[in-house]
């Protein structure tokens, strides 16, 4: 029994370390046709990444701030995925909320402490909102949630946009923006100059009841069985249907979440190219992560900090572009996507262990 | 109003048919792989992979023209990776082209930035964008001769390849094994279709054309490169297959359609105070509506298949029964 369970753990870490391993070998490469120092960027990276030279200045803090919204779109493409809705709207629905935030920012005048309540729950109903309409078109009409979520992304960036370049615009500068919102309605944070604060937290919270939700509870098991099987949950008296709209909104709402922290908590306003595809950084979180609530919240974390530590270590100190650290992203998913390749080696190598000991035995029974 | 009207001109449509072109190109590689039964999302990374190899080539061997060819190489073993990795290791075309947008994106500036120097967007004065080409007779008519003529070769060869796709797709038996594939893949192979091979090459051209479409934005339309050059246009180009409903034909003009409105809304800031972002929306919506209506016709053709089936059935009972 202990050995089964810790047969799975190494089932489920063992493809992704795998491909973390590789896309860093890759990434030696990359950084030797620079002809700059390989090993000492290692250091730089991973010191700008998650080191800590004094309080207040700690790169860690920044990059658990800059996680805070990929866990949340991360978690939005878990929910949907598990539900068998292979739905990629996270960024629409997370650049509506962020519309959203920004409006009621400085359009509506609350107290203190009831303001950003308000704004996130809104969000979170507009996030669900602009999640239920590709759920609604799939489950009632059978259009692929696939192309819609496509098409309704496109939407959402062309929206965010308009409203920042007319509606919402707040002065003639060159670059359009939206105006500051108020004091009342912005997340507190934690430490002066930082803007880790109270959005952590409430991704903190999200993986914890998204995992509880997912599976320990009847509906979460609804939900995925109809992931897993659609014809087996129908003749166990799930409508896999209802389960997918239901995840549709959960997703929906926790992609507009990820919006609104980071419009409250971070930019403060809305401008243009706030689309920076923070939604796409989420799906490939929840892919690397297993589709799992805890996967989702390490990746992230990584994610986050190698594409900070990329910015900060290697483009400031050695002068090798930022992009270095998307790329090697880019080259983790396709790694762990391609797990079929690792596993067909793994149990090469494996048998191959297994083998001398084999024949040990049968020496033995002669 | 007056200056609503204003805005159709000759030169609209010439700029509308030069913002399709690239999106022609990928969005006809899109309905090839669509009719062959294989989803490709990364027209979007092919592209602009193709923009970022075209000018570099271009640069390096001192010709534009082969700069496109290169090009074309690029993506075609772009999409040939992809067809291998998708049959080989059975991994996942859509979490691939999710990878590939990511890498590509980033890839593209980080070897600029390489080797160029550091730089938001690069271009060099012996880079000659491809020169446009006036066709003899056809340019003499009035109106239609300033519409039709006067543009580079990709934009004749996006217009040369839609008629072709049509022709083979359906009007010859290789293009009836692809949409065979496309349909049916299993029932494709019993009747001895070799359905990895089509859908490796439709991979294949559709990485062709999405590059040559990118190509055509670096060095045929503009003469630069910048980071993610392509700017969605890959994803239009998937918006436009299905508005076309994967016919070459409807994706030839729903890419059309989504370029003059690309044109049209540019030029309608300067006279109209309309947003342009609204107007861009209009095929957007409209694709949509087309997704709709063809998931409908879907689920109507099924309600009828099931009634009909009924109704045999209780045919055949009074039958035995009398």
């Given amino acids: ?366 | 109003m007056e200056g609503f009207f204003s805005v159709f001109t000759i030169e609209l449509a010439n700029s509308g048919i030069r913002l399709a072109t690239p999106l022609i190109l990928a969005a006809l590689g899109g309905a090839l792989c669509n009719k062959s039964g294989v989803l490709n999302l990364a027209l979007e990374s092919k592209m602009l992979m193709g923009a970022f190899v075209g000018i570099v080539a271009a640069y390096y061997l001192g010709n534009s023209y082969l700069g496109l060819l290169v090009a074309i190489l690029a993506g075609g073993l772009l999409g040939a990776l992809f067809a291998f990795l998708y049959h080989k290791y059975e991994v996942d075309l859509v979490i691939l082209a999710i990878a590939f947008n990511l890498i590509i994106l980033e890839l593209t500036v980080y070897m600029m930035r390489i080797m160029f120097g550091n730089v938001g967007s690069w271009s060099d004065p012996s880079i000659v964008r491809i020169p446009d080409i006036e066709i003899p007779l056809i340019k003499d008519i009035p109106v239609i001769g300033g519409i039709l003529s006067g543009y580079n070769i990709i934009v004749y060869f996006s217009w040369f390849m839609t008629i072709a796709m049509y022709i083979v797709l359906y009007k010859m038996k290789f293009g009836r094994h692809i949409r065979a594939v496309g349909e049916n893949k299993e029932a494709a192979e019993t009747v001895g279709i070799n359905a990895t091979l089509i859908q490796t090459m439709a991979l294949t051209i559709s990485g062709m054309l999405a590059a040559l479409g990118g190509a055509f934005l670096s060095i045929g339309h503009l003469k630069l490169f910048t980071r993610n050059m392509s700017n969605g246009r890959g994803w239009t180009a998937i918006a436009a297959a299905l508005f076309g409903a994967n016919h070459p034909i409807g994706t030839f003009l729903a890419s059309l359609f989504f370029g003059i409105t690309e044109a049209f809304s540019v030029r309608i800031q300067n006279v109209t105070d309309l947003p342009p972002n609204l107007i861009e929306l209009l095929p957007n919506f409209a694709t949509l509506i087309v997704l709709i209506s063809i998931a409908l016709r879907e689920k109507v053709r099924e309600t009828n298949a099931r009634r009909h089936f009924r109704a045999r059935l209780k045919a055949e009972e009074q039958q035995k029964a009398a």
């Fill in chain 1, 1 to 366: 029994m202990e050995n089964k369970k810790l047969k799975k753990i190494l089932d489920a870490f063992l493809v992704p370390v795998l491909a973390i391993l590789s896309g860093l070998v890759l990434m030696a490469v990359l950084i030797a046709i620079t002809g700059k120092p390989v090993l000492e960027s290692y250091g730089i990276l991973f010191s700008k990444a998650f080191g800590c030279e004094k309080i207040g200045n700690c790169a860690i803090i920044t990059t658990l701030e800059r996680a805070t919204p990929i866990i949340l779109t991360g978690l939005a493409a878990v929910v949907a995925f598990r539900s068998g809705m292979f739905c990629i709207g996270q960024e629409g629905q997370y650049l509506m909320a962020a519309v959203v935030a920004g409006y009621l920012g400085y359009a509506i005048h609350l107290p203190n402490g009831v303001h950003q309540i308000v704004i996130l729950l809104a969000c979170m109903a507009a996030g669900a909102a602009y999640g239920y309409i590709p759920g609604f078109l799939k489950v009632k009409l059978g259009v692929n949630e696939l192309l819609a979520t496509i098409i309704l992304n496109t939407v959402a960036t062309l929206f965010i946009e308009y409203m920042v370049q007319f509606p919402m615009r707040g002065d003639k500068s060159t670059t359009a923006h939206s105006p500051t919102i108020d004091a009342t309605a912005q997340l507190p944070t934690f430490l002066p100059g930082a803007k880790w604060g109270v959005g952590f937290i409430i991704a903190v919270l999200a993986v914890i009841v998204i995992f509880i939700y997912l599976w320990k509870t009847k509906a979460g098991y609804e939900q995925r069985m109809a992931g897993q099987s659609k014809f087996f949950a129908l003749y166990g008296g799930v409508s896999s249907d209802k389960a997918a709209l239901r995840a549709m909104l959960i997703s929906g709402a926790l992609a507009g979440l990820a919006g609104a922290i980071e419009v409250m908590g971070v930019h403060r306003r809305i401008m243009t190219g706030f689309s920076t595809g923070l939604g796409f950084d989420g799906l490939t979180a929840a892919i690397l992560g297993q589709t799992h609530p805890f996967g989702v919240f390490i990746v992230s974390i990584l994610f986050a900090g190698l594409k900070l530590g990329a910015q900060l270590g290697l483009q400031l100190k050695l002068g090798i572009p930022r992009e270095l650290g998307g790329t090697i992203i880019g080259f983790i998913i396709l790694f762990i996507a391609a797990r079929k390749f690792y596993e067909n080696n793994i149990d090469r190598v494996s048998s191959w262990l297994k083998k001398p000991k084999k024949l040990k035995a049968k020496r033995e029974e002669n």
